[in-house]
């Protein structure tokens, strides 16, 4: 990071003598444009991973996620600044219902390589205002040709799953799990499609075990809390009643709020602790009285009351943490509760089986027949914990793409066909356009074309070559051309199933557009100074 640091700061130094104008833009430009080039070589079939590393402690991750790298380098160029905070609103982790994920390294490239245009266009004398009208054009030009060659299949429900899995290998080609990309794609489509149309991503469950390979990764129907159950207490439940609880269930030390217990003999300490005992007994009949066969808590179940539970025949699960519990209470319909005196007012959670069940090494708990039909649970696999969660994000992509396109199913294609398709579509513009206005309109479309060369340049092809090859194919009229990276020419994608989500690419070319505007108006960056303390 420091290295690219130090080059943005050469590059304002340089430009001295330049006017206020030019010298903003121009910190702006380079600033935008080290982000895209810092992402670009990620992009692809055949892209590369980056190894971040912390400052402050030993951590490193490996991924090639945009998000992730962008979330973890230190930005001090405020046109990047800038550039960075609009990719990452288009993050699918941010809970937003109609965001996309997997698009960010894209508009961080398309966008970079639209100042980069720009740039030019500003050093010929063009005004930025005439590049930001040309943009705006361009880039309705493009939307309209994407949503012309956009295709439909969600009435056959056969081509449509068929179209999910090309989405979802599609995604999974440039990651991780591109080996066994085939598995994974028909992994997460069995996933997203037990959601039955919900963008809810909370019900699928990814947990990750150290051990075996990727490949051993499975799904599971239901939900698995990675927990044991107590001591004595039964191992499998069926027709289960959960009551899923947050309170302190300890005895073990004495617990007076606030008050200091001065005692002068060992035996009144015993009557103390005895007190204790006997509250926490009435505390466990009375959560006995709900009628359940299985209690699950998120905060520590002590000795004392496990017992307790495992003499009455009810499995106690301990200390489930915030996510456990909370994901337990979605998919089995409980609510959490925290006070036990009234039965009749606590929701109890159901599930038709609970089981210990083996993974690798380790024991977990395996609820099964949930209330939420949908909720299931990926098992990820793998050597070491970096690759599981690399493998992690990677999925989470592809979940998210495709529980949108489920949404809005229409598909394009990809391999760098639509990018081509619009920037023909746009020159036809720009042919018809007088005026400097032209210019911005061409550039547009030239950005737009340097996505298949990076594509290219990335699988270490002659990119110079086959995009020319590319454009050739599509002024001939193959409509359904782009970049076969495997083979390394250019080939009918349609065929080859390289999809991808309308939702996604239309995303992408409007937050690049947006965004590259954004910058482009700015004439000037102000330090402020900072905010005065009042009294
Ligand atoms: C999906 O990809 C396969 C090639 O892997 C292709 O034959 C098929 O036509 C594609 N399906 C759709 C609906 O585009």
């Known amino acids: 990071m420091r290295v690219w640091y130090a080059s943005i700061q050469r590059g304002v130094e340089g430009d001295g003598q330049a006017k206020m104008l030019t010298r903003c833009l121009q910190s702006s430009f380079i600033g935008a444009i ?24 030993q951590g490193v991750v490996v991924t090639n996620d945009g998000a992730t790298i962008l979330k973890s380098i230190a930005l001090d160029n405020a046109a990047a600044k800038v550039l960075v905070s609009i990719l990452l609103r288009l993050d699918c982790s941010k809970v937003q219902d109609d965001e996309v994920g997997d698009g960010t390294t894209s508009v961080c ?10 740039e ?109 159950i107590g001591v004595n ?44 005992r006997n509250k926490m007994k009435e505390k466990v009949e009375k959560i006995k009285a709900h009628g359940i066969n299985c209690f699950v808590n998120r905060q520590l179940i002590y000795n004392w009351p496990e017992q307790l539970f495992a003499d009455a025949g009810i499995t106690a699960i301990e200390h489930a943490d915030f996510d456990g519990v909370e994901r337990l209470s979605l998919v089995t319909g409980g609510e959490i509760a925290s006070t036990f005196d009234h039965p009749e007012l606590v929701k109890l959670g159901h599930c038709d089986l609970i089981e210990e069940i083996m993974i690798g090494e380790d024991k977990l708990v395996r609820f099964s027949g949930v209330a939420a039909g949908e909720a299931c649970t990926i098992v990820l696999r793998g050597a070491t914990n970096q690759l599981l969660d690399e493998a992690e994000r990677s999925l989470h992509d592809a979940l998210c793409v495709l529980s949108q396109t489920v949404k ?12 081509m398709l619009m ?5 036809e513009m720009a042919a018809s356009t007088p005026g400097k206005k032209a210019l911005a309109i061409e550039a547009f479309a030239r950005a737009l074309r340097q996505l298949p060369t990076i594509l290219a340049d990335n699988a270490g092809y002659d990119s110079a070559d086959l995009v020319t090859k590319l454009r050739a194919a599509h002024y001939d009229g193959k409509t359904t051309a782009g970049l076969d990276m495997y083979q390394g020419k250019v080939s009918d994608v349609r065929e080859l199933g390289i999809t991808e989500s309308y939702k996604l690419k239309r995303q992408v070319l409007l937050s690049a557009s947006e965004a590259a505007e954004m910058i482009l108006r700015v004439d000037d960056i102000i330090r402020c100074a900072p905010r005065q303390r009042t009294a």
Not at 39 to 53: E, F, Y
Not at 109 to 118: P, Q
Not at 164 to 193: G, H
Not at 408 to 419: A, N
């Open 34 to 57: 080290a982000v895209g080039d810092l992402v670009k070589s990620t992009l692809g079939p055949k892209g590369m991973d980056k190894i971040l590393q912390s400052v402050s402690n």
């Open 109 to 118: 490239v398309l966008a970079a390589e639209l100042l980069r245009e720009a």
């Open 120 to 228: 030019q266009l500003v050093n010929q004398k063009v005004h930025p205002q005439v590049i930001i009208d040309g943009f705006r054009a361009a880039s309705k030009a493009a939307h309209e040709a994407l949503r012309k060659s956009a295709q439909d299949n969600s009435q056959d429900e056969e081509r449509f799953r068929e179209d999910l899995t090309n989405i979802s290998r599609t995604t999974l080609s440039s990651k991780v799990l591109s080996q066994d990309k085939e598995y994974f794609s028909q992994l997460a489509v069995d996933a997203v499609l037990r959601l039955k149309g919900s963008t809810n991503l909370e019900n699928i469950q990814i947990i990750k075990k150290t051990g075996g390979r990727l490949a051993d990764s499975y799904l599971e129907e239901g939900f698995i809390l990675d927990k044991r």
């Open 233 to 276: 207490q039964p191992k499998r439940i069926e027709n289960a009643k959960i009551l899923i609880a947050n309170t302190a269930m300890d005895t073990d030390k004495i617990k007076v709020f606030g008050a200091r217990v001065r005692v002068d003999a060992t035996g009144k300490l015993a009557e103390l602790e005895r007190a204790e």
């Open 408 to 419: 809005e199913p229409r598909t394009v294609l990809g391999g760098g066909c639509s990018e």
């Open 423 to 427: 920037a023909k579509a746009i020159d």
